[in-house]
């Protein structure tokens, strides 16, 4: 069955640290994987995607994923974290599986100290 | 370009009271949908609607029924509102139904049932 596993529910660095979010997937076939960002009190924009290609995957605001299958790792990234980035982040999966499936994960609250 | 816009932003409901969650989108998208999102749970799909004139069942739709009234619109109706309805809910949008379509999502609603 698919599912997406984001590890530790909150995640603090100071401003200028690595940002560093977990997230692992099972999936039977060749999953989708998504990362997207909440801020408060507004929906959810997507920050980067994985579909196929290369496994390192750019997104916006500095962000970076790496999809690693034999890990069934896809963790988000970024080299120095600003004040700006404090936000709920989801991880999602999807795959082609005759029906419509997108699955998140339980999200990552990142807080950035000054 | 407003996006994705929902109305109303907060709902406080009795229980057995019941109400619509208004949806809207202005990028001419095929698709739509509606997620719950509950605090350790991350964001649930309750029902999509793949293209005008048709709906389907998401992870978690008891309870809540929906119009797709046209191409732009996707209403959620709680026909006799649960406390376990207390939830906010994300309605998004995308191009199709096509795994690496991004989806957008609008600002939520806030809905509180007592």
């Known amino acids: 069955a698919q599912s997406v596993t984001q590890l530790g529910s909150h995640v603090s660095v100071s401003e200028g640290a690595l940002v560093l979010l977990r997230c692992n997937y099972s999936?039977?076939?060749?999953?989708?994987l998504f990362w997207y960002v909440q801020y408060p009190n507004q929906g959810l924009q997507l920050l980067l995607k994985?579909?196929?290609?290369?496994?390192l995957v750019k997104g916006i605001n500095g962000f970076e994923a790496e999809f690693k299958k034999s890990e069934t790792s896809f963790h988000l990234t970024k080299p120095s974290a600003h004040m700006s980035d404090a936000a709920e982040y989801f991880c999602a999966v999807s795959e082609l599986s005759g029906t419509y499936k997108y699955i998140f994960g339980t999200g990552t609250r990142l807080k950035v100290l000054a | 370009n407003a996006g994705v816009t929902q109305t109303p932003k907060f709902q406080v409901l009795k229980t057995g009271q019941s109400m619509t969650l208004q949806c809207a989108q202005d990028?001419?998208?095929?698709?739509m949908y509606w997620y719950r999102q509950d605090p350790g749970m991350g964001l649930r799909l309750i029902y999509y609607s793949a293209s005008e004139g048709t709906t389907d069942k998401g992870e978690v739709p008891n309870g809540y029924n929906v119009s797709r009234l046209n191409k732009r619109e996707f209403s959620l109706r709680l026909e006799s509102a649960a406390p376990s309805q207390t939830s906010v809910y994300f309605c998004?949008?995308?191009?199709?139904?096509?795994?690496?379509?991004?989806?957008?999502f609008g600002p939520g609603t806030r809905l509180t049932v007592l």
């Open positions: 990028m001419n998208h095929n698709s």
């Open positions: 994985y579909t196929t290609g290369a496994t």
């Open positions: 999936s039977s076939v060749p999953p989708y």
């Open positions: 998004a949008s995308s191009e199709g139904l096509a795994i690496t379509d991004t989806q957008y």
